[in-house]
Structure formats: C-alpha cells, structure tokens
C-alpha cells in the first residue's frame, strides 16, 4: 500500500537537503582552501628555521667546511611545545657536517635557486621538509639545509579554522531548518481550517467553499471543488425533478388500476367483469411503458465521466432495429421503410443508447401518424451523418417545436397514449453524442421530421 506523503515534511526535507549539501561542499571546499594557506604560513616559519642554520655554516682555514652549532643553539633550535624539529647540514665531499642523518632528502633535484618544499616521512610520523642550498660563492663545496617538521600545528590550526567556520554554519542551518518547520506549518495553517470547514459540512450542504483566506496557489484547488460542488447540485436537482415527475406520472395509472380493480370486485360474473380486467389491462400496459421510458430516460441522462463511446456503424445499427420493427409496422397497417446510404456511417456512440434514440423516433412516428400511412427512416452519410423519421399525419405548431421535447409534455388534443417521454429520451440521448436534434415538417405535405445529425467521429472500415 502506498503511503501518503505529508506535504510540510517534503517541503521541510526540500529546502534543508539543499542547505546540508551546501554546507558539505563549503566544508570540503574549506578544507583545501585551508589547507593550503595553513601550509603556506608554516612554511614560512619551516624556511625561516633553515635560513637561521645558513649562518652557522662557515669555512675553516684550512678551507675546510664545517657547522658551528652549540648546544645551547641546538636545544633553541628544536624546541616546539607541539611539534618535533629536525634538520641535517650535509656537504656534497665532507658529508654530514651537523644534524640528524635520518632525515631525508628531495630526490632528483635539478635546480636549487628556490627552496624545495616536500612531504616525508621521519619514524613513521609524516613530517613537512624544506630544502635549500646555500648561497655561499666562498664555499669549497656545494652545502645544502633540511629542515623537517612534523606536522601538529598544522592539523591543529586547521581543526581549529574548520570548526570556527563549520559550527556558525551548523547552528545557522538549525535555526533555518526550525523555521522552516514552523514556517511551513503557519503557511499549511488555511488548508487545515480549510479541511476542517469541509469535514463539519452537512451531506446536503453543496453550497460552494469560501476561499477568503486561502493562498492564490490554492485557490485553484478550491475553485475546481467549487466546480464539481455545482456540477453534484446539478445533478441532485435533476435527480430530485425526475423522481418528483415520475412519482407524479405514475400515480395517474396506478389509480386507475386500483379504480378498475375495486370496479372488478363489486361484480359477480365474469362477463360483467371483462370491461373492467380491460382497463386494468390498458393502465398496466401504459404504466409498464412509462416504467420502461422513465429507467430510459434515466440510463440516458448524462453523469459526466460515466459513459464510454466507442466506434460504430450506424447503418448496422439502423438497419437491425428498423428490420424489427417491421412486423409491429405491419400490425398497425404502416409501411415502414429505410433509405440505406449503401456504406458504413461510422460515429462515436453507445449501441444501446442510439437504439432507444430509434425506436423512440420510429413508436412515435407510429402512434401519432395518420392512420394506414407510411413512416420513412432515412440515413444519410455525407456531409455529416444524418439520421430521420418521418411519418405522414397532422403537423406540429412551430410554437410548440421546443416545448415538444420536454419531459412528460403532450401536446393537447393529441392523438396516441404517450407518457410525452419519447422526445424528450431523443433529446437526451442525442444532447449525449453532442448531436442536434431538429423538428420540421414533411415535403410536399402533412406530415413531422424529425432528424438527428452526429458530429461523425472516426472508426474502422
């Protein structure tokens, strides 16, 4: 299972890991940049040591080479609280003229006008060595100084550089860090009372969230719940009008089948009772077709995100369900036809849906068509795919073209024993596949079309 992350920590983690790596790169740079001018300042010192045993270097009578050094000179010369001194004075014939013999000498020296600074090791102990020759032009021989030293002050200085520089670092990066963590926390602070105010609303409180006191980044967040608050009233309401509406219309036929029962009950032979068991019959069947049109109407409404449309040959589709109506057709003495375009109409659409768009279209077109006519479905591929039904019979008044394709509106005096669901299932299911849906009268004379035309989407041949 996944956890959730908590914002205030990945943006507390966010900002301090910079900061930490910040201050481990200003370490190590510091450390080099320390290193290297603690090194330069002793070596100064290391050189200066050597320069003072130039001057005990002297040249005998008998133009011999020799070191002049007390013991007195020798124990001020070493002497370091900290550090360990050594040094040899050694002469390129006479040898080792003062000094101690293990201290070693840079290898493969081919110029000695600058001392030579290196690195060596004296009894396991690294040690910093300086060597130079002396300037001497009366000298019968080359002499040359080493002086090494270990190498305590050094990493004393150097500890001492680095914790002055790292501890404030240290210390800053906490202080930033718990303000950090404060800061964030006053920043999260609306969200809570933001969370808080929508945890104690009612279910039936969608009225929209206030954003006086939120952040601008946050306020999208808002404005999108604020969004799909309207969008839930909307559909609530459109739920509540549907169930009010058909409670209202199914109480006419329940009545009737209840009135009709109670008839069949006072009578005491079965022929006196037939009139009655027919109406009983005729309500059911009208409440059985209201029932059937309402779960219709309510499968075609659109809940957004609900419903996929997929590929699909309306020719095919219009075809099978005008070949099943013929019978039914022929029973009420219509003849039913259908202009076949002779190529697939491919639209995006839902099969179920667009055939209860059809039937609806073609029982209308039955039940308010004048009586032995004809009803033509017509369906057209180019320019845009086209669906119509037409029937010959009485016309419907331009005023009422609107209002014709409410909910349960009929249009008085009219024919037939509608609900008045039919059209107002097409517009639904049509305003689903973003068609449009037009009224107009038949050519050449009396008679409704009524026409679908689809955004033709694209599908396989």
């Not at 300086?130 to 030293?149: G, N, T, W």
């Not at 926390?185 to 945890?199: M, Q, R």
């Not at 029962?261 to 079965?270: F, G, K, N, S």
Request: proline share 4%; net charge negative.
């Amino acid at each position: 299972m996944n956890r959730t992350q908590s914002l205030k920590s990945a943006i507390v983690v966010r900002l301090i890991i910079p900061a930490l790596m910040f201050i481990i790169v200003e370490t190590v740079v510091s450390y080099f940049v320390t290193l290297h001018y603690v090194d330069e300042a002793y070596d100064r010192w290391l050189l200066d040591s050597a320069r003072s045993l130039v001057q005990e270097v002297k040249v005998a009578d008998n133009n011999v080479v020799y070191a002049d050094l007390s013991v007195s000179a020798l124990e001020i010369f070493k002497w370091d609280a900290l550090d360990q001194t050594s040094f040899k004075v050694m002469a390129d014939k006479s040898g080792l003229l003062a000094g101690d013999k293990f201290v070693r000498e840079p290898l493969l020296v081919r110029d000695w006008k600058l001392p030579i600074f290196s690195n060596s090791t004296i009894h396991g102990k690294p040690v910093r060595v300086v060597s130079m020759k002396v300037p001497r032009l009366s000298m019968p021989e080359d002499v040359y100084i080493h002086v090494a030293e270990t190498l305590n002050k050094r990493h004393d200085m150097m500890i001492d550089i680095l914790l002055a520089d790292l501890v404030p670092q240290l210390l800053l990066t906490l202080m930033i860090g718990l303000y950090l963590f404060k800061g964030v926390n006053w920043g999260l602070e609306p969200l809570h009372k933001l969370a808080d105010e929508i945890a104690q609303r009612s279910p039936g409180d969608l009225s929209p969230i206030s954003d006086t006191h939120v952040f601008t980044e946050v306020r999208a967040l808002t404005d999108t719940i604020n969004q799909l608050l309207a969008r839930l009233s909307l559909a609530i309401a459109t739920q509540q009008r549907f169930i009010s509406n058909a409670a209202h219309q199914l109480r006419t036929p329940l009545a009737g089948l209840k009135l009709q029962a109670e008839r069949a009950q006072r009578e005491t032979t079965v022929e006196a009772m037939h009139p009655a068991l027919m109406q009983i019959q005729s309500s059911a069947d009208r409440a059985s077709h209201m029932v059937t049109q309402l779960l219709i109407l309510a499968r075609s409404e659109p809940v957004e995100g609900n419903r996929t449309l997929e590929p699909i040959d309306l020719r095919a589709l219009v075809r099978e369900v005008c070949i099943e109506w013929v019978p039914k057709a022929l029973k009420k003495q219509f003849d039913l036809s259908f202009e076949d375009p002779e190529q697939p109409v491919w639209i995006q659409g839902d099969a179920i849906l667009l055939t209860e768009l059809l039937n609806n279209l073609i029982d209308n077109a039955l039940a308010y068509g004048e009586a032995v006519g004809e009803v033509n479905v017509k369906l057209l591929a180019e320019p845009g795919a086209c669906l119509s039904v037409e029937n010959a019979g009485q016309c419907i008044p331009s005023e009422e073209h609107e209002r014709i394709f409410e909910r349960f509106y009929r249009i008085q005096g009219s024919a037939g024993e509608g609900c008045g669901l039919g059209l107002a299932i097409v517009k639904e299911i049509a305003d689903l596949h973003q068609a449009q849906v037009s009224l107009s009268q038949r050519a050449g004379g009396d008679g409704v079309v009524v026409a679908v035309t689809f955004n033709t989407g694209e599908g396989e041949s």
